[in-house]
């Protein structure tokens, strides 16, 4: 198969799309992006890599990092991260809070902003915010196997700043009991998290340890690969879950700042990039992107 040929062509049909979605514009500090962005990177399994667009430039990863943050929560708790958080599709938006207050303050699973918001909190019980954010980029840079990998403040300040949805969800699961440390701690932690900076030929390395190929970095258990790509499949892209799944067929998971990791196991970790957003919150460039490129390559988990 030649990877290169079918990135060149995804990107060259894809790109021309005159839609590119709406910026998100909720953390002020990521409103100015330049809509016509657009990259892809892909890790195949014998560790060659292939990228097409601006595959260089950081972006935010935002909601991706939940992905990294779940990994080293499971290394830190095991099974019982299970009794604070679901593993069940939300159906809603990734900042809703409707269906706390049905289920007790224990959110529906840990990709969801108050699922996410447990899961930094329960790794918080064990450090200091700075040793955990230092963790967390210790894990996404040996991922990565790069070590050009930061947090961008003033992005976490933006965000701190607006994120009274955030402070909502966060004070209502503290009601319940759910959440251990002081609201503005763990958001503090969580909005940090999700400012990390990686571009496409960054994060489709960092996504390597979720392929469960031989030769690719091994952070976390082949069982818990398998299930990190089951939620990522199943609630990853939030209320578009269903019709990423239906589309593309692989595991993913979105970010606001208009990235997508995306596994095709044992075959290859993807990256797309472009800042525009759908109705969902995730990508539009990058799912039609993708969707085009496992057509093109013959990838689906559902064979
Ligand atoms: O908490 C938030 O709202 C953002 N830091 C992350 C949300 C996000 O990336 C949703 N994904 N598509």
């Known amino acids: 198969?030649?990877?290169?040929?079918?990135?060149?062509?995804?990107?060259?049909?894809?790109?021309?799309?005159?839609?590119?979605?709406?910026?998100?514009?909720?953390?002020?500090?990521l409103a100015d992006i330049d809509p016509?962005?657009?990259?892809?990177?892909?890790?195949?399994?014998?560790?060659?890599?292939?990228?097409?667009?601006?595959?260089?430039?950081?972006?935010s990863i935002q909601s991706i990092s939940k992905v990294f943050a779940l990994a080293l929560a499971l290394g830190r708790?095991?099974?019982?991260?299970?009794?604070?958080?679901?593993r069940e599709p939300s159906g809603l938006a990734f900042n809703s809070i409707l269906q706390l207050e049905h289920e007790k303050g224990i959110p529906r699973n840990p990709f969801i902003n108050a699922g996410a918001i447990v899961v930094t909190d329960a790794v918080l019980s064990h450090h200091a915010p700075r040793e955990y954010l230092g963790e967390l980029l210790r894990f996404i840079r040996t991922a990565a196997g790069d070590d050009d990998i930061h947090i961008n403040r003033a992005v976490a300040r933006s965000e701190?700043?607006?994120?009274?949805?955030?402070?909502?969800?966060?004070?209502?699961?503290?009601?319940?009991?759910?959440?251990?440390?002081?609201?503005?701690?763990?958001l503090g932690a969580y909005f940090h998290q999700c400012a990390v900076e990686m571009s496409c030929d960054q994060l489709a390395r960092?996504?390597?340890?979720?392929?469960g190929a031989p030769g690719m970095p091994r952070l976390v258990s082949p069982?818990?690969?398998?299930?990190?790509?089951?939620?990522?499949?199943?609630?990853?892209?939030?209320?578009?879950?269903?019709?990423?799944?239906?589309?593309?067929?692989?595991?993913?998971k979105s970010g606001v700042g208009g990235g997508i990791l995306v596994i095709a196991p044992g075959r290859a970790s993807i990256a797309v990039w472009s800042p525009g957003l759908n109705a969902q919150g995730n990508s539009k460039l990058g799912t039609e992107a993708v969707e085009l490129l496992a057509r093109r390559a013959g990838w689906s988990v559902f064979g």
């Open 36 to 59: 016509g962005l657009f990259a892809m990177s892909v890790v195949l399994a014998d560790g060659s890599q292939h990228s097409v667009g601006d595959a260089a430039m950081p972006f």
């Open 1 to 29: 198969m030649d990877i290169a040929a079918i990135l060149r062509e995804v990107h060259e049909s894809v790109g021309q799309s005159a839609d590119r979605g709406a910026v998100a514009t909720y953390i002020p500090e």
């Open 223 to 252: 069982g818990r690969v398998r299930r990190i790509n089951a939620l990522m499949l199943t609630c990853g892209h939030y209320d578009g879950s269903g019709d990423f799944a239906f589309r593309v067929g692989l595991p993913g």
């Open 77 to 86: 708790l095991g099974d019982r991260l299970w009794f604070r958080v679901g």
């Open 206 to 211: 960092a996504g390597r340890f979720l392929m």
């Open 160 to 186: 701190t700043e607006s994120g009274h949805r955030n402070f909502a969800l966060a004070h209502f699961i503290r009601a319940y009991g759910n959440l251990v440390n002081p609201p503005d701690l763990t």
